[in-house]
């Protein structure tokens, strides 16, 4: 089966099995109720006992409640996968497969939270209002450049994680698949010419996140739409005004102050990576053949890459991702959101940021021991990362006094593996009791 048939197939299977499970994802009590005596105890008279404790120390939620392992997915569906604008119920399907996945892989209980507003800063309003009852707000799907505003807003103002992951998600883990695809052609940071084609949330978080992790910012050039981003480009006054972020990469980067079009960037770049338009074609096979020997190609649009794998292979790149599961090197945030945040959850930190992304991002590279072309990150497969990136994560948020909870790289490491092997088992349990439906007509999905 050809690229576009598969792709085609898939549609058409997750339309027919949403219809038939109506929701990917509910809520079941996970206390014991022996009796209606039990509910003196879990509700009235006993728990007014536990919100008077709360009441005195707003901090013992975390303790006393499901709030330590609770994630708000939020979304205006304003930017949703390679769709657009489509709004909050159509937002829906894809904050319940994030929950889903938060879940299965990292044991978080996540409630997807699509909501209709009007501004920046009423979104702002709805997070700070939900702040009591969750551990952490995972920001999904917001158009650029209203996704920087809230993000920076809420991270500054409260008390619990605020995480972008279309911006640092998926920065993470490119990051995670950089550090390996020059491990494969031995190259090093410093020296490694980067071009980050598309300058929405992902790639300008990318950026930030490369500088931290060491690559030079005079060594990356930033393209759009309207071409190679730099200081005289014609619409610099109006993006410091309306975009302030990518301006001020448009000042820091592009050493060599190159201008014009995006594929003139190409010629003697190391590394490509592209949040761009859905292709195939956005992406050129001649423009790569202009980059260096071993070049590596990151064509992370979904649901279509900006150029099939193999195409950029016959145009001379050595290494190929793509943000797809039925490819070779799947460069997707899936592997590194279950973990961060039950990293986060784990020791009740107050915020996330670059320096906790970068350690994240390098307990992901080193899971792979021995990474070659087509392995430079691990796969979905690989439960066992998730208690590394959440021990690492949880770790740092100590080191950088953000955490209200402490505990050793290997009590951490503890605390995560228990818990994700617990929900592992109860899941697969539930599916062999057949609590949990097969698919349509007995289908056993094995691919």
């Not at 929701?23 to 879990?42: A, H, N, T, Y």
């Not at 009235?44 to 008077?52: I, K, R």
Request: hydrophobic fraction near 40%.
């Amino acid at each position: 089966m050809d690229d576009i048939s598969r792709t085609e197939e898939f549609n058409r299977e997750a339309i027919a099995y949403s219809e038939y499970y109506k929701g990917k994802i509910q809520v079941l009590p996970k206390v014991p109720v022996r009796g209606l005596q039990d509910f003196s105890f879990w509700y009235t008279p006993g728990v007014a006992a536990v919100s008077l404790k709360i009441a005195k120390d707003r901090d013992s939620s975390f303790e006393l409640t499901g709030r330590w392992n609770s994630v708000a997915i939020l979304t205006d569906g304003s930017r949703v996968l390679g769709l657009g604008n489509v709004g909050p119920e159509a937002a829906m399907p894809v904050m319940e497969g994030k929950s889903l996945i938060f879940n299965v892989l990292g044991a978080v209980n996540a409630v997807p939270v699509p909501i209709r507003i009007g501004s920046r800063e009423e979104f702002i309003g709805v997070a700070k209002a939900l702040e009591p009852t969750f551990g952490g707000f995972n920001l999904e799907d917001i158009e650029s450049p209203k996704c920087f505003y809230i993000l920076e807003t809420l991270q500054k103002s409260l008390s619990i994680p605020a995480w972008h992951d279309d911006q640092l998600g998926t920065a993470c883990i490119t990051l995670a698949g950089v550090i390996n695809a020059l491990r494969v052609i031995n190259k090093k940071i410093e020296d490694t010419r980067v071009v980050l084609l598309g300058s929405g949330a992902a790639n300008i978080a990318a950026a930030h996140l490369l500088a931290a992790a060491g690559f030079k910012k005079g060594n990356m050039i930033l393209a759009d739409s309207k071409g190679i981003l730099e200081p005289e480009r014609e619409d610099m006054d109006s993006l410091m005004i309306n975009n302030p972020w990518k301006y001020e990469l448009a000042m820091q980067t592009n050493s060599e102050r190159l201008k014009g079009p995006s594929e003139k960037a190409f010629k003697g770049a190391d590394v490509i990576i592209s949040a761009s338009k859905p292709g195939p074609g956005t992406i050129k096979p001649e423009w790569i053949k202009t980059m260096n020997n071993d070049g590596i190609v990151f064509a992370l649009a979904n649901p279509i890459p900006e150029i099939w794998p193999e195409e950029a292979k016959k145009a001379g790149a050595k290494i190929v991702a793509t943000g797809r599961g039925d490819f070779p090197n799947q460069v997707n945030n899936s592997l590194v959101f279950p973990g961060v945040f039950r990293g986060v959850l784990d020791a009740r930190a107050k915020g996330v940021n670059f320096d906790i992304m970068v350690a994240a991002s390098y307990e992901i590279a080193n899971f792979v021991k021995n990474p070659d072309e087509d392995h430079i990150v691990p796969t979905m497969d690989d439960w066992e990362l998730y208690p590394s990136v959440a021990s690492a994560v949880a770790s740092k948020t100590v080191e950088m006094g953000l955490a209200r909870k402490t505990n050793s790289r290997e009590g951490f490491y503890k605390t995560a593996q228990e818990l994700i092997e617990f929900n592992r088992n109860m899941f697969l349990k539930m599916m062999d009791e057949k609590l949990i439906r097969d698919l349509p007509g007995g289908i056993k999905n094995e691919r």
